[in-house]
C-alpha cells in the first residue's frame, strides 16, 4: 500500500470528476485514536434526527464497502464497483503521478454521498491531516481533533507538538474546532496556536474533571454523567467517555449552525451505538474480544480496559503488528497482564514477523506463527485454560481472525 501524503493528486482527480465534495457539508475528524468511534456517534445522531448521513472510515475489516456507508449502510459491491471503474478512468487520463489507492476511495465516497444526495458527510482522516487527501474540503461546519499520541512519527514528526501540528491541519476559516478533552497541554497549546492563525474559528475544548463524570464501567458496557445528563454506552472502555464529550460537544456545534438536533435526547441516540473491532466482544462464554488497536496511546487504553474490568481474569492475547508501529512497548504493556502470547502475520504487506514480535518475550507462555490459521487454533487450544482472549495490535488481523474463530458458528465458538 502506497503512502503519498499531498494533495495534488486527489485535486485533479476530484476536478475531473466535477468536485463532488463541494455538493456536501462535512464534520471531519482528525486525531490518533477515537476518530472511528468518535465519527461512528456523530453520524448515529445525525441519522436519528433525521438526516442522510454519509459516512467514510478507514481501515476497514472484512470488505472495503465498510468505508463508505450512508445512513448505517454500506455501498453496495455493485454500487463501488461502477463508481470505482469512473474514478479509474479519469485517473488514467490525469498526468504522470496516479492516485493512490486511498485517493482513490476517498473519490469513490465524495462520489457516491454526492449522488445519494447526503444532507451531510462525516470524514475521518486516513493520515495526519493537512495532506491527508479528505482535506481537500472547503471549510467544514466542524473540524474535530480527537486524542493525540504517538503513530507514523517517520511522517508526522517525533513531538506530540509535530503530530497535533498536522493533525490541525484540517482547521479552516470558519469552522468550529472541537478538541477532546484531557490531552498533553503541549497538544492544546499547539491547537490553540493553530487555530489562532484564522479569524473566525471557533475553538471548544471541553474543560471538566474525570472526577465530575461519576464514570463506571464493566467489561460491556460504559456510564458516566455529562450536562446533568446520564449516558450509559454499549461501547467499552472509559477511553470513550473522552469520545463521547466530545461527540455531545459536535453536535451542540451542528445544532447552533442550523442542524435540527434535540440535544435531550442525545444520551437515547448514544445509548446503542457499537463499533466494530473496537474491544468488541463476540463470544462471552469464552469471552473473546477483539481490539484493533495499534499504538501505543491505543494500547494504554486497552490495558487501562484489562485493569479495571479483568484484572482477576487468566488472559490470552493473539497479536500482530506492523513493522512501522512501536510494538516492543505495546507488547510489553500487555505482556504484564496477559498469562499466555501469542503471535501471528495478518496479511498487510507491512506486518512484522511473529517471530519479530515474540523476541524478548520471558516469563510467561509463548507461541509464535506466521500462519493465522495455526496461531488461530493455538488460541482455541489455549483458551479452554484461560478466562479471556483479546485479539489485538493491528486492525488488519481482526476480520480474518474473527472469521476463523467464528467458523461453523452464528455467534460464539465453544
Not at 461501547?235 to 473522552?242: D, R, S, Y
Amino acid at each position: 500500500m502506497r503512502i503519498k501524503p499531498g494533495l495534488s493528486r486527489i485535486r485533479k482527480l476530484c476536478a475531473a470528476l466535477g468536485n463532488p465534495q463541494d455538493k456536501l457539508r462535512f464534520v471531519h475528524v482528525a486525531g490518533t485514536n477515537g476518530k472511528g468511534s468518535t465519527v461512528t456517534m456523530v453520524a448515529n445522531v445525525l441519522k436519528l434526527s433525521g438526516y442522510v448521513v454519509g459516512k467514510f472510515t478507514s481501515p476497514y475489516l472484512v470488505d472495503f464497502c465498510e468505508k463508505i456507508t450512508v445512513n448505517g449502510e454500506q455501498i453496495s459491491r455493485t454500487g463501488e464497483a461502477k463508481i470505482r471503474e469512473e474514478v479509474l478512468r479519469v485517473a488514467k487520463d490525469l498526468e504522470d503521478d496516479l492516485p493512490t489507492e486511498f485517493e482513490v476511495a476517498t473519490a469513490i465516497a465524495f462520489c457516491y454521498f454526492a449522488e445519494r444526495k447526503c444532507d451531510v458527510a462525516v470524514l475521518e482522516v486516513g493520515l495526519g491531516g493537512s495532506l491527508d487527501s479528505t482535506n481537500i474540503i472547503k471549510t467544514p461546519d466542524v473540524c474535530v481533533i480527537s486524542s493525540i499520541s504517538f503513530d507514523h512519527e517517520n511522517l508526522l514528526g517525533h513531538s506530540l507538538r509535530k503530530i497535533a501540528c498536522e493533525k490541525a491541519g484540517i482547521i479552516k476559516e470558519g469552522a468550529d474546532v472541537v478538541v477532546s478533552p484531557w490531552q498533553h497541554q503541549e497538544v492544546f497549546d499547539e491547537i490553540e496556536r493553530v487555530a489562532g492563525c484564522f479569524k473566525e474559528v471557533n475553538l471548544i475544548v471541553p474543560k471538566v474533571c474525570k472526577e465530575e463524570l461519576a464514570i463506571k464501567t464493566t467489561f460491556e458496557s460504559t456510564s458516566f454523567v455529562y450536562d446533568e445528563a446520564q449516558y450509559d454506552l454499549v461501547l467499552p472502555g472509559a477511553h470513550q467517555v473522552q469520545n463521547c464529550i466530545t461527540v455531545i460537544e459536535i453536535c451542540k456545534c451542528l445544532k447552533k449552525r442550523g442542524f435540527d438536533i434535540n440535544l435531550k435526547v442525545l444520551p437515547k441516540y448514544l445509548s446503542d451505538v457499537r463499533f466494530a473491532g473496537r474491544l468488541e466482544i463476540i463470544s462471552r462464554n469464552p469471552l473473546i474480544i477483539l481490539d484493533g488497536t495499534h499504538n501505543v496511546g491505543g494500547f494504554e487504553a486497552l490495558c487501562e480496559y484489562i485493569d479495571t474490568n479483568l484484572s482477576d481474569k487468566k488472559i490470552i492475547a493473539l497479536v500482530s503488528m506492523l513493522t512501522d508501529k512501536a510494538y516492543p512497548d505495546c507488547i510489553n504493556m500487555l505482556a504484564k497482564r496477559a498469562s499466555s502470547l501469542i503471535f501471528t502475520k495478518s496479511k498487510n504487506e507491512r506486518a512484522a514477523p511473529s517471530k519479530e514480535l515474540a523476541n524478548g518475550i520471558f516469563g510467561l507462555d509463548v507461541y509464535f506463527d506466521d500462519d493465522l490459521d495455526l496461531a488461530v487454533e493455538k488460541a482455541k487450544e489455549w483458551l479452554r485454560s484461560a478466562n479471556v482472549l483479546i485479539v489485538t495490535g493491528s486492525l488488519y488481523l481482526l476480520g480474518d481472525a474473527k472469521k476463523l474463530m467464528l467458523q461453523g458458528k452464528e455467534e460464539k465458538i465453544c
